[in-house]
């Protein structure tokens, strides 16, 4: 194994560390606590769908969501009990927002699902079996990304068809106070080590750098003692690196142990390296050789307000009270507080100085707790109480005074000062061209600030306005395609009906010429043949004969069909006449007021619209009159044959009205006996039923009597 | 339980603006006691002056722009501004100079554009450039001999004694007193100015063999000065500016970049130093390591990105070098400084960084919304 070169990022800080208190002891056990809040939606993707109901009975182990979709997670329940209720609670999220959650009241025998507890479930067998084995197991057994963000593992792992390099595991641990990681390492490397081995396997990359900061010696020694345990060849190397913060940023850390950069926006498979945080190689094994789902981490619990500053192997979904009130929190008075003594104060500032700052992750990229009920999840490294001496409120921000400080503490390359001015001024395209989107957020600019500007902050806002202002701009697109898209459609449109209504015309003009020749021959031969008055009126009426020669009863119906068509197409080209008539005359109006050739235009247009238009009602005018004279003459023409058919046409109606009346009957019985409170909808619309049957009956009476 | 609610980053390194602007104070005492020790009182008389009036300009205006003054008296930004200029401006320019040159700093350079952090030009620079065109005689005339070329005095029934500075009532009654003549005794050129005026006659081994650039005419000393005191206080500039770059107050691309265009420059053409200043003056005297450590660094006006920084810087060097050698004025700092005050803004957005994860820097100003979704699905 060729030794490894080293690279570096520029930027970065160097904060105190804070990692000693908490490292003292081993890892301990949490005592269980008596009841679980597990979300629904611990991970980057969808939530899972609840699986469990109310009520349920679920052992430790136990499913109780599913993954929904292919970026998602199982969860499971982290102990035995019961399920007291399913609820919108808030998560433990720097949004505050509200998530799913299942709550469960633990029954204190911690009694594992039997198929875990016997070892059923594990793969003994593991760098033997098939990867989609693996990939299933993992994706069963719930695993995230342990290290912050959450992402599903099996998701991760899905490289196929990706050529991957190396593994990079992030033992970094570079933010202050943490050391879940550390002391993970310190006591189940050999664990970690398999872990890494499985995931070797799946992505078939060809090497693996575990990189760990040089202020953790012991987890140092203890992972490369647990690799020489490993048998065989397995490219895996422990690299130690500078402590400097954040090199345990992903980018961060591939730069320092490749010298590659992950390109902006884009993810390292891209550049054939995948990245997984030690703890969720842990978990991994766990998943794998022994079975078990992800249902507990290890936490670091520290700062200066606990009395012990420890590591905890918790539940996931164990309040942080439980965790708090177990390493001796106290809350801390402040001195205005102290100096108050009993008097109640009515300052409300006062008592918002006074409440305790409770941090989920680090100090330098952890959220503030609302409130000690939130749960532990699966990516909470650590719990943080500090004094208010240990990690002082920001002061009043001052002035930026340009001093560049950030600029050299930037891990990103970036202008985090010019990046403050636009995000403070709203120049959002200033802020993308600076690259703000390339910003992980690591604060080691608002570190160094001297103004103490919470530039961070700032730049969240930023982001998410200009994701917003994206997605308007993209929405807006969107229907802009649309309406241009509708607008062409509408203009065929119009165009292809002129286009049929001329060829309409053409015909029909056609047809007449023709009716008039054959008529006009046709009567010259009647005034060869002999004199007949028939003949002469004939050229008169044209369609009258014609409609006379042709079978009646069908084509009186038609006719009166085509007869309200044509009336209602003449009604609308009148209407449209009017229309482009005001149209026009306003804007001729216009033109008085002001001669604009743009109007000129228009007014053109107008008049050669209203010409089509008027030409259309001529002719459905005609057509329409055409139409009544042949109707009145079939009308003349046809005896009442109707009649004849209705006879049957009533009995089946009647049939089928008794029908409807029965089943009526039969939904107000049932209703009847369930007392239902359709009941008096249901009596009035069998009213109805009947008065029809009894007209029915009486037609079918008059008709027999008529018959008669 | 409830808890407070803040967003990270919870730690901070604990520095402060009014730390960066104490330690910067700091850094020019070695300047002040050199400038004092060669020169007298005069800078130190009016540095306090300079203060008291900064301060009083900073507190009456902040009231007016209804700011809460202890707030931003505090930063020791405005005492910065007055102790520069009390540096810069002559040992002997009368009270109302420094006073003039101090409230136009305050009210018109530094709080009419917004307060600190907001104005684009030194607020120093732009009161000394003032003052420095409005009252060219008093700027000009009132600076100091080296204490070694002031003229011995005898007092009776003692014994010779050698050059020394103007006293300190002395130099009290010629600052607040217009009708208590400066002597010639006690003023005189600075050697830019001297070589300059004398190389239009003079040869180099000529002016060379001056007073203020051969010591040898005033007997007491051993030392061998070159530039009548003005390379010592240089050095303790240069001592000064070392420790806030050791400091990390500021990076080295600017007065690296001052010091190495201007240095370029006057080796390029010092050649002939019949004609022209030589390096080792130009770098040594007036107002140089001044510049170039405390005033071309000053963060709110120079340029910000890295590359920028040393175009920035080497503009100064450049425009130092040309107003001295074909200007008008005796130096050039202030001049320098506001020209280049107003180029950063551009320089800065050409010299943005590469980013993490870009395969080039992107310059210039932001494209239009068309371009950008181009360039960012070539990207993608």
Same mark, same amino acid.
């Given at each position: 194994?060729?030794?490894?070169?080293?690279?570096?990022?520029?930027g970065?800080?160097?904060?105190?560390?804070?990692k000693?208190?908490?490292?003292?002891?081993?890892?301990?056990?949490?005592?269980?606590?008596?009841?679980?809040?597990?979300?629904?939606?611990?991970?980057?993707?969808?939530?899972?769908?609840?699986?469990?109901?109310?009520?349920?009975?679920v052992?430790?182990?136990?499913?109780?969501?599913?993954?929904?979709?292919?970026?998602?997670?199982?969860?499971?329940?982290?102990?035995?009990?019961?399920?007291?209720?399913i609820?919108?609670?808030?998560?433990?999220?720097?949004?505050g927002?509200?998530?799913?959650?299942?709550?469960?009241d633990?029954?204190?025998?911690d009694?594992?699902l039997?198929?875990?507890?016997? *070892?059923?479930? &594990?793969?003994?067998?593991?760098?033997?079996?098939?990867?989609?084995?693996l990939?299933?197991?993992?994706?069963?057994?719930?695993?995230?990304?342990?290290?912050?963000?959450?992402?599903?593992?099996?998701?991760?792992?899905?490289?196929?068809?990706?050529?991957i390099?190396?593994?990079?595991?992030?033992?970094?641990? /570079?933010?202050?106070y943490?050391?879940?990681?550390?002391m993970?390492?310190?006591?189940?490397?050999?664990?970690?080590?398999?872990?890494?081995?499985i995931?070797?396997?799946?992505?078939s990359?060809?090497?693996?750098?575990? *990189?760990?900061?040089?202020?953790?010696?012991?987890?140092?020694?203890?992972?490369?003692?647990?690799?020489?345990?490993v048998?065989?060849?397995?490219?895996?190397?422990?690299?130690?690196?500078?402590?400097k913060?954040?090199?345990?940023?992903e980018?961060?850390?591939?730069?320092?142990?490749?010298?590659?950069?992950?390109?902006?926006?884009g993810?390292?498979?891209?550049?054939?390296?995948?990245?997984?945080?030690?703890g969720? /190689?842990?978990?991994v094994?766990?998943?794998?050789?022994?079975?078990?789902?992800?249902?507990?981490?290890?936490?670091?619990?520290?700062?200066?307000?606990?009395?012990?500053?420890?590591?905890?192997?918790?539940?996931?979904?164990?309040?942080?009270?439980?965790?708090?009130?177990?390493?001796?929190?106290?809350?801390e008075?402040?001195?205005?507080?102290?100096?108050?003594?009993?008097?109640n104060?009515?300052?409300?500032?006062?008592?918002?100085?006074?409440?305790?700052r409770?941090?989920?992750?680090?100090?330098?990229? *952890?959220?503030?707790?609302?409130?000690?009920?939130?749960?532990?999840?699966k990516?909470?490294n650590?719990?943080?109480?500090?004094?208010?001496?240990?990690?002082?409120?920001?002061?009043?921000?001052?002035?930026?005074?340009?001093?560049?400080?950030?600029?050299e503490? /930037?891990?990103?390359?970036?202008?985090?000062?010019?990046?403050?001015?636009?995000?403070?001024?709203?120049?959002?395209?200033k802020a993308?061209?600076?690259?703000?989107?390339? /910003?992980?957020?690591? *604060?080691?600019c608002?570190?160094?600030?001297?103004?103490?500007?919470?530039?961070?902050?700032?730049?969240?806002?930023?982001?998410g306005a200009?994701?917003e202002?994206?997605?308007?701009?993209?929405?807006?697109?969107?229907?802009?395609?649309?309406?241009?898209?509708?607008?062409?459609?509408?203009?065929?449109?119009?165009?292809?009906k002129?286009?049929?209504?001329?060829?309409?015309? &053409?015909?029909?003009?056609?047809?007449?010429?023709?009716?008039?020749?054959?008529?006009?021959?046709?009567?010259?031969?009647?005034?060869?043949?002999?004199?007949?008055?028939?003949?002469?009126?004939s050229?008169?009426?044209?369609?009258?004969?014609?409609?006379?020669?042709?079978?009646?009863?069908?084509?009186?119906?038609?006719?009166?069909?085509?007869l309200?068509?044509?009336?209602?197409?003449?009604?609308k080209s009148?209407?449209?006449?009017?229309?482009?008539?005001?149209?026009?005359?306003?804007?001729?109006n216009?033109?008085?007021?002001?001669?604009?050739?743009?109007?000129?235009?228009?007014?053109?247009d107008?008049?050669?619209?209203l010409?089509?238009?008027?030409?259309?009602?001529?002719?459905?005018?005609?057509?329409?009159?055409?139409?009544?004279?042949?109707?009145?003459?079939?009308?003349?023409?046809?005896?009442?044959?109707?009649?004849?058919?209705?006879r049957?046409?009533?009995?089946?109606k009647?049939?089928?009205?008794?029908?409807?009346?029965?089943?009526?009957q039969?939904?107000?019985?049932?209703?009847?006996?369930?007392?239902?409170e359709?009941?008096?909808?249901?009596?009035?619309?069998?009213?109805?039923q009947?008065?029809?049957?009894?007209?029915?009956?009486?037609?079918?009476?008059?008709?027999?009597?008529?018959?008669? | 339980?409830?808890?407070?609610?803040?967003?990270?980053?919870?730690?901070?390194?604990?520095?402060?603006?009014?730390?960066?602007?104490?330690?910067?104070?700091?850094?020019?005492?070695?300047?002040?006691?050199?400038?004092?020790?060669?020169f007298?009182?005069?800078?130190?008389?009016?540095?306090?002056?300079?203060?008291?009036?900064a301060?009083?300009?900073e507190?009456?205006?902040?009231?007016?722009?209804?700011?809460?003054?202890?707030?931003?008296?505090?930063?020791?930004?405005?005492?910065? =501004?007055?102790?520069?200029?009390?540096?810069?401006?002559?040992?002997f320019?009368?009270?109302?100079?420094?006073?003039?040159?101090?409230?136009?700093?305050?009210?018109?350079?530094?709080?009419?554009?917004?307060?600190?952090?907001?104005n684009?030009?030194?607020?120093?620079?732009?009161?000394?450039?003032?003052?420095?065109?409005?009252?060219?005689?008093?700027?000009?005339?009132?600076?100091?001999?080296?204490?070694?070329?002031?003229?011995?005095?005898?007092i009776?029934?003692q014994?010779?004694?050698?050059?020394?500075?103007?006293?300190?009532?002395?130099?009290?009654s010629v600052?607040?007193?217009?009708?208590?003549?400066?002597?010639?005794a006690?003023?005189?050129?600075?050697p830019?100015?001297?070589y300059?005026h004398?190389?239009?006659?003079?040869?180099?081994?000529?002016?060379?063999?001056?007073?203020?650039?051969?010591?040898?005419?005033?007997?007491?000393s051993?030392?061998?000065w070159?530039?009548?005191g003005?390379?010592?206080?240089?050095?303790?500039?240069?001592?000064?500016?070392?420790?806030?770059?050791?400091?990390?107050i500021? =990076?080295?691309?600017?007065?690296f970049?001052?010091?190495?265009?201007?240095?370029?420059c006057?080796?390029?053409?010092?050649?002939?130093?019949?004609?022209y200043v030589?390096?080792?003056?130009?770098?040594?005297?007036?107002?140089?390591?001044?510049?170039?450590?405390?005033?071309?660094?000053?963060?709110?006006?120079?340029?910000?990105t890295?590359?920028?920084?040393i175009?920035?810087?080497?503009?100064?060097?450049?425009?130092?070098?040309?107003?001295? =050698?074909?200007?008008?004025?005796?130096?050039?700092?202030?001049?320098a400084?506001?020209?280049?005050n107003?180029?950063?803004?551009?320089?800065?957005?050409?010299?943005?960084p590469?980013?993490?994860?870009?395969d080039?820097?992107?310059?210039?100003?932001?494209?239009?919304?068309?371009d950008?979704?181009n360039?960012?699905?070539?990207?993608?």
């Amino acid at each position: 194994m060729q030794p490894i070169t080293l690279h570096s990022f520029d930027g970065g800080i160097h904060p105190q560390e804070n990692k000693q208190q908490s490292t003292q002891s081993p890892i301990a056990q949490l005592p269980l606590p008596a009841q679980l809040i597990v979300p629904v939606g611990q991970h980057i993707g969808a939530p899972a769908d609840v699986i469990i109901a109310v009520g349920d009975l679920v052992l430790k182990g136990q499913v109780i969501a599913q993954p929904k979709g292919f970026v998602s997670a199982a969860i499971h329940a982290p102990t035995s009990g019961k399920v007291v209720s399913i609820e919108q609670r808030e998560l433990p999220h720097s949004s505050g927002l509200n998530g799913t959650c299942v709550i469960i009241d633990a029954d204190g025998q911690d009694q594992w699902l039997e198929e875990i507890a016997n *070892g059923s479930r &594990a793969i003994a067998d593991y760098l033997d079996v098939d990867n989609e084995v693996l990939v299933t197991r993992i994706r069963d057994c719930g695993i995230t990304g342990m290290g912050g963000a959450g992402f599903p593992t099996s998701v991760k792992m899905a490289v196929e068809g990706k050529q991957i390099d190396s593994l990079i595991i992030n033992a970094a641990e /570079c933010e202050p106070y943490i050391t879940a990681d550390d002391m993970l390492m310190r006591e189940r490397a050999l664990e970690a080590i398999r872990g890494i081995q499985i995931l070797m396997k799946l992505t078939s990359a060809d090497n693996c750098l575990i *990189g760990i900061e040089d202020n953790k010696p012991e987890a140092i020694k203890a992972m490369e003692e647990a690799l020489h345990k490993v048998h065989g060849e397995h490219h895996i190397t422990v690299v130690t690196i500078p402590t400097k913060y954040p090199s345990g940023g992903e980018k961060q850390l591939i730069k320092i142990l490749t010298g590659k950069e992950v390109p902006s926006g884009g993810i390292p498979s891209s550049i054939g390296i995948v990245c997984q945080n030690v703890g969720t /190689c842990e978990a991994v094994y766990r998943a794998v050789a022994e079975g078990k789902p992800l249902i507990s981490r290890i936490t670091t619990i520290t700062g200066e307000s606990v009395e012990q500053p420890q590591n905890v192997e918790v539940l996931i979904g164990t309040p942080v009270k439980h965790l708090l009130d177990f390493a001796g929190f106290k809350q801390e008075k402040s001195l205005f507080q102290k100096l108050l003594g009993s008097f109640n104060s009515s300052n409300s500032s006062s008592s918002s100085e006074s409440k305790p700052r409770i941090i989920m992750g680090g100090p330098m990229m *952890g959220f503030t707790l609302s409130n000690d009920e939130l749960p532990i999840l699966k990516s909470s490294n650590c719990i943080l109480a500090p004094s208010q001496k240990e990690l002082p409120a920001n002061d009043i921000a001052s002035a930026c005074i340009r001093c560049g400080l950030c600029t050299e503490a /930037c891990p990103a390359d970036l202008l985090p000062q010019q990046l403050y001015w636009f995000s403070k001024s709203g120049e959002l395209d200033k802020a993308e061209q600076h690259n703000i989107a390339d /910003c992980i957020e690591c *604060g080691a600019c608002s570190y160094v600030c001297p103004s103490q500007i919470p530039l961070v902050q700032y730049y969240r806002h930023a982001k998410g306005a200009i994701k917003e202002e994206h997605a308007t701009q993209q929405k807006s697109d969107r229907s802009r395609v649309r309406f241009e898209a509708r607008q062409d459609r509408l203009d065929r449109e119009v165009a292809e009906k002129d286009a049929k209504r001329q060829a309409r015309a &053409a015909t029909a003009e056609k047809a007449q010429a023709a009716k008039k020749i054959a008529a006009a021959k046709a009567a010259e031969e009647a005034a060869k043949n002999g004199p007949t008055t028939e003949g002469a009126s004939s050229t008169e009426e044209p369609g009258a004969p014609t409609a006379a020669a042709k079978p009646e009863p069908v084509d009186l119906e038609q006719l009166q069909k085509q007869l309200d068509a044509a009336q209602a197409g003449l009604k609308k080209s009148m209407d449209k006449v009017a229309e482009i008539k005001a149209a026009a005359e306003a804007s001729s109006n216009q033109d008085g007021a002001n001669e604009g050739s743009s109007n000129e235009e228009g007014s053109n247009d107008a008049t050669e619209h209203l010409a089509v238009f008027e030409k259309a009602v001529a002719n459905r005018r005609d057509k329409v009159k055409l139409l009544a004279v042949q109707i009145a003459e079939a009308k003349k023409s046809a005896p009442p044959v109707i009649k004849e058919v209705t006879r049957e046409d009533i009995e089946k109606k009647l049939r089928a009205q008794q029908d409807r009346i029965d089943k009526t009957q039969q939904r107000f019985t049932l209703a009847q006996e369930q007392g239902a409170e359709t009941l008096p909808a249901l009596q009035k619309g069998l009213d109805k039923q009947m008065q029809k049957l009894k007209e029915l009956e009486a037609d079918l009476a008059q008709f027999d009597k008529a018959g008669v | 339980m409830a808890f407070v609610n803040i967003t990270s980053p919870h730690a901070h390194g604990g520095n402060t603006t009014s730390r960066i602007m104490l330690l910067v104070i700091l850094a020019t005492v070695p300047g002040i006691i050199a400038l004092t020790y060669f020169f007298g009182w005069g800078n130190l008389i009016n540095i306090v002056l300079a203060s008291v009036t900064a301060l009083a300009c900073e507190a009456i205006i902040l009231k007016i722009r209804k700011r809460p003054a202890s707030f931003f008296l505090k930063d020791n930004s405005a005492l910065l =501004t007055a102790v520069l200029l009390g540096i810069a401006l002559p040992p002997f320019a009368p009270w109302w100079v420094t006073v003039v040159a101090v409230s136009f700093a305050m009210v018109f350079a530094k709080h009419l554009y917004g307060g600190l952090g907001n104005n684009p030009f030194n607020p120093a620079m732009v009161g000394y450039a003032l003052v420095l065109i409005s009252f060219p005689v008093q700027m000009t005339t009132t600076w100091a001999t080296p204490f070694f070329l002031t003229p011995d005095t005898l007092i009776p029934g003692q014994a010779l004694i050698a050059g020394q500075v103007m006293s300190f009532t002395d130099t009290i009654s010629v600052i607040f007193s217009s009708s208590a003549g400066l002597t010639d005794a006690f003023s005189g050129a600075t050697p830019l100015d001297t070589y300059k005026h004398l190389a239009k006659n003079e040869t180099a081994v000529e002016i060379l063999q001056g007073p203020l650039f051969a010591n040898e005419t005033s007997g007491g000393s051993a030392s061998n000065w070159f530039a009548g005191g003005w390379e010592f206080v240089n050095i303790a500039f240069l001592i000064g500016g070392l420790a806030l770059l050791a400091l990390r107050i500021f =990076t080295w691309h600017i007065p690296f970049s001052v010091l190495a265009a201007l240095g370029t420059c006057s080796v390029l053409f010092g050649w002939d130093a019949d004609l022209y200043v030589p390096w080792s003056l130009h770098i040594f005297t007036g107002a140089t390591m001044l510049g170039a450590f405390f005033i071309a660094t000053d963060p709110v006006t120079a340029s910000t990105t890295p590359l920028g920084k040393i175009i920035y810087g080497a503009g100064i060097g450049i425009l130092i070098f040309v107003i001295r =050698t074909w200007g008008a004025y005796p130096d050039a700092v202030a001049f320098a400084v506001l020209l280049m005050n107003f180029a950063a803004p551009l320089i800065d957005t050409y010299t943005q960084p590469r980013t993490y994860g870009h395969d080039k820097a992107k310059r210039g100003m932001p494209t239009k919304p068309d371009d950008a979704s181009n360039n960012s699905s070539k990207e993608g």
